[in-house]
């Protein structure tokens, strides 16, 4: 390796130089140092005629020997102190540098004349424990002197190196260890035959069903998993889904609002409608919907699966101007027939049917929301149970399709809760109906007793006492009379259609159809699935492919090796 001061001629001329030897003798060794210090510049030792008189070089010669026998150690043959810096720069605390003085029968004059490089090993080693029995070498202790100390001294080094930093080694071997064991669990087993692959992916299905029942019950305490995905937390996600649709059916299911006094007695729209406030039905455009308090997100790809699915119904914009009481009197006036002192029956259900317009939107709605956190818990937990994305893609295709089949059922069940309000009669056998009823007209009545003159006793504690005329003199005309009647009854059916329209979709649409129906989504990847699955099915599902195959070898032999270093570390 030429240094930086060499001309950029000489520097490739010197990096010309390169030998590959299978074996290496003696002879062949001293041929080579003679070819490599004509190209660094400097006398061959054995040419004392040459012309070039330079002793040193800056240049580097780089000797590599590798092989099963050679110990994992360095040499740096540096001429007296020259360049001492590259051994401090590489082993600052010199815990790993062993000072070597070579040659030291060269230092007397004229000596390298009698130097011999033409001897065998052992003549040479012979040569050398005579040198260290002559004055002035006798000094220098026997344990420091010769090749056989030096390799004992370099045995030593490397041993105590190699103690110093066992436990690190082991720590090393023993994190390689188990991150081979993680890549083979998460590949899974061998799945070279039907029979292998069928195991793997009923691994696959009864994990996915084991955790679907903890997200169900909220067992969130059974695996790690919940902590850190929030879309797993099924029961949790969907309960306040219900929640929100709840509190929007109350607040926003109705066309217009029902109408209170403020002191809670309900009166007689446009006699006193300056007096009036929005009820506990009534739709409050200023009040915050309540949104999920989890952080549920649906990636755009589950998003586009879903597109043939979901209603993805547009809001309603035709939002009514008038109030209820003007509203009814119109239509009580428009539907006026031959009949005497009644109402004309067909009123009522054309007002019940145009008061929850907005149901079918707010319903499907809800009911879209629901099954994007249902595909989203479904793709999460596969992604969780079967890490190979291969296998979880081609996985997720064969189940893609029973599971757009169980959400349409799901929908359809909501559109047919939907199409039995808009359309069928109003019905109840429910007692609520009538109590609700009976407390608004007596409402109205207290209301208006309450204007009536009276007499009160001194005893602020009795109620007040009314004369028989004053009652008999309360009376609204028979149109007034009709639109409250109208608005009552309308009122009382509704409160009671909207909680159990509400409870219908929570039970048949959410609870049956999406979560616990033996057919539903999440029953979909299941152990009964796999188990009808044919061995085309499987092939085309868990096969392993070659470069899975060759990964799987390569992890094999490498934990094998590294399991070996464990046992040797042991003894």
């Known amino acids: 390796m030429p240094t930086e001061s060499r001309t950029e001629h000489q520097s490739l001329d010197a990096d010309k130089f390169h030998r590959k030897l299978d074996e290496l003798d003696q ?181 996915f069903q084991y955790l679907t029942s903890h997200a169900l019950d909220a067992y969130y305490g ?125 009123l009522l259900p054309a007002l019940y049917h145009e008061q929850i317009r907005y149901w079918r939107y707010h319903t499907m709605e809800h009911i879209d929301r629901v099954i994007e956190a249902t595909h989203s818990f479904i793709f999460s937990l596969l992604r969780h149970v079967c890490p190979d994305v291969a296998i979880r893609d081609r996985l997720w295709a064969r189940l893609l399709g029973p599971l757009l089949l169980s959400y349409d059922k799901a929908i359809a069940h909501a559109k047919l809760l939907l199409e039995i309000e808009e359309l069928g009669n109003m019905r109840t056998l429910n007692h609520y109906f009538a109590v609700t009823l009976k407390k608004l007209r007596h409402s109205r009545m207290q209301k208006r007793l309450e204007n009536s003159p009276s007499w009160r006793t001194q005893d602020d504690k009795k109620e007040a006492l009314l004369r028989l005329s004053d009652v008999l003199n309360v009376h609204i005309s028979n149109e007034d009379q009709a639109v409250e009647d109208l608005h009552d009854i309308l009122q009382s059916y509704y409160k009671l259609a909207r909680k159990q329209f509400v409870d219908a979709v929570s039970k048949g649409v959410v609870d049956y159809y999406l979560l616990t129906v033996s057919d539903g989504p999440l029953r979909v990847c299941s152990p009964q699935l796999i188990g009808m699955l044919s061995d085309k099915e499987l092939d085309e599902i868990a096969e392993e492919n070659a470069e899975s195959a060759a990964e799987r070898a390569h992890i094999v032999r490498r934990l094998k090796s590294l399991e070996a270093g464990q046992e040797a570390f042991k003894t």
């Open 27 to 207: 002879n062949l060794f001293v041929e080579i140092l003679s070819e490599a210090s004509k190209h660094m510049g400097i006398r061959p030792e054995e040419d004392i005629s040459a012309t070039v008189s330079k002793s040193f070089s800056e240049d580097v010669l780089k000797i590599e020997l590798s092989g099963p026998d050679y110990e994992h150690f360095s040499v740096v043959d540096l001429p007296g102190l020259f360049r001492i810096q590259m051994a401090e720069d590489a082993d600052p605390t010199g815990r790993r540098t062993l000072g070597v003085l070579t040659k030291p029968d060269l230092v007397d004059k004229g000596a390298e004349d009698k130097s011999n490089f033409n001897v065998c090993l052992a003549e040479r080693n012979k040569l050398e424990k005579s040198l260290f029995q002559t004055e002035p070498w006798t000094v220098v202790p026997h344990d420091r002197a010769g090749i056989d100390a030096l390799k004992n001294r370099l045995n030593k080094l490397l041993v105590d190196l190699t103690r110093e930093n066992f436990r690190d080694v082991a720590a090393d071997i023993d994190q390689a260890v188990g991150s081979c064991h993680q890549r083979l669990q998460a590949m899974g087993p061998e799945r070279s035959s039907n029979a292998e692959q069928r195991g793997y992916l009923l691994g696959i299905a009864t994990s």
């Open 222 to 346: 059974r695996d790690a998993v919940f902590a850190s995905h929030d879309e797993l937390r099924l029961a949790t996600v969907i309960k306040e889904l219900q929640e929100d649709f709840s509190t929007t059916m109350r607040l926003k299911g109705h066309t217009r609002e029902f109408w209170r006094s403020k002191n809670g007695g309900l009166v007689g729209a446009n006699r006193v409608v300056n007096q009036t406030e929005p009820s506990d039905d009534s739709d409050l455009e200023n009040l915050p919907r309540q949104e999920s308090r989890l952080l549920l997100t649906v990636d755009s790809e589950r998003r586009s699966e879903l597109r043939r699915t979901l209603s993805n119904l547009k809001k309603p914009m035709d939002i009514p101007r008038d109030n209820i009481d003007t509203w009814i009197r119109r239509e009580y006036n428009r539907s006026k027939g031959f009949e005497i002192g009644t109402i004309n029956p067909s």
